[in-house]
């Protein structure tokens, strides 16, 4: 929608309606202290009731109000719309760290789950970060990365920074006081989600699925444990962000369920990059990049054996998870234990 769609809209629909479709309306009401204008009208005859002090504070007449709320909604909107349209990224090989070529072409879609395995230090992150800055040869690896199949160019990528990729990395540092509930209704609401309840409702339940210890709507997210903040996280990405490429940092030490955590942000369309060393993550995958001495050296498509082989990968897991619980709980390691 542009600014002449909204200004219709915000002519003939009452305030509250906006405000419905649009929660972040009122965040631009605050700016202009007007958070208390009446809602049961549309927003040019709500001005008419606020004085004319409050107003000059600012030094706009009413219609400049209108006109600037238009313009507010419809940036905002542009924001979701240009990212639906991402179906596909080309990561094009650059070298590794000897300076090699790296002779890859590989497009990802919508989608698909792609893990990254290689040894510590190989370059697993910075081929994320890569992705994360869409770089054109100019980082450390010369890797060009096109979108949709086609290059970008330096204002698209400008326009595109930040978001294009949502980021899950190791560390999740909250530095705001809020809960749990009122962190997730701040992100929807800033990222104009239609029904907020609903929305921050569904987060929460698949953020306790997720997380191995639940958690309520009240804890703060400063009082969140590793685990459970990457859920929350997580189940944020997955019913909020509108960013279409999710680039996951070693997910196994979260304690959290992280293979339903893949499948639900693949499940949302989103292109999923997950560096891993976890085998059941890895096979989890629709393929996996082995990176060697900072390189592309072999791309390898999970195959119908390989998922064969994830049930018995999932009994090993399981047996490690019950061990760890028993560690957490002060139980003995006894070899009963072990062959349960
Ligand atoms: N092709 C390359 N050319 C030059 N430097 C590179 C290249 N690839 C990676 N590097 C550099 O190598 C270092 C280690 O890479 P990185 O941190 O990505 O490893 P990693 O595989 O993620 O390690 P870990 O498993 O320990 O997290 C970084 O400084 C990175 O910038």
Known sequence: MTTPDFMKTINSQTMAAVIQQYPIAMDFLANYRLNDILKDRPLPKALDQVEDE??????????????????????FSQTETSLDSVWSITINGGVNKLKEPE??????SAGEIISIVGPTGSGKSRLLNDIECLAQ???????????????????QRFEMDGKLVAQLSQNMNFV????????????????????????VEKCFQCANELAGEKFS????????????????MIADTAYMSESPI??????????????????????????????????????SADKRIVIKNGGIYKIIVTSEAEKRN??????????????????????????ELLEL
């Open 54 to 75: 409050i107003l000059e504070e600012f030094g706009l007449e009413r219609d400049d109000i209108v006109q600037n709320f238009c313009m507010f909604l419809e940036t």
């Open 103 to 108: 002779n890859i072409s590989l497009t990802i």
């Open 137 to 155: 040869g100019d980082t450390p690896t010369q890797r060009q990365i096109m979108v949709n199949g086609a290059e970008i160019d330096d204002l």
């Open 176 to 199: 705001m006081d809020l809960t749990a509930r009122e962190f997730l209704e701040m992100h929807a609401k800033s990222r104009l989600t239609a029904n907020v309840d609903e929305v």
């Open 217 to 232: 709507e009240d804890t703060k997210v400063t009082q969140l444990s590793g685990g459970q903040s990457r859920a929350l």
């Open 246 to 283: 999710v680039l996951i940092d070693e997910i196994e030490n979260a304690g959290i369920d992280r293979r339903q955590a893949v499948l639900l942000l693949a499940k949302k369309e989103k292109i999923i990059l997950v560096s891993t060393h976890d085998p059941l993550l890895a096979l």
């Open 310 to 335: 994830l049930a018995a990968i999932e009994k090993f897991d399981s047996t490690l998870l019950m061990l760890r619980n028993s560690l957490r709980t002060g139980e003995l390691i006894t070899e």
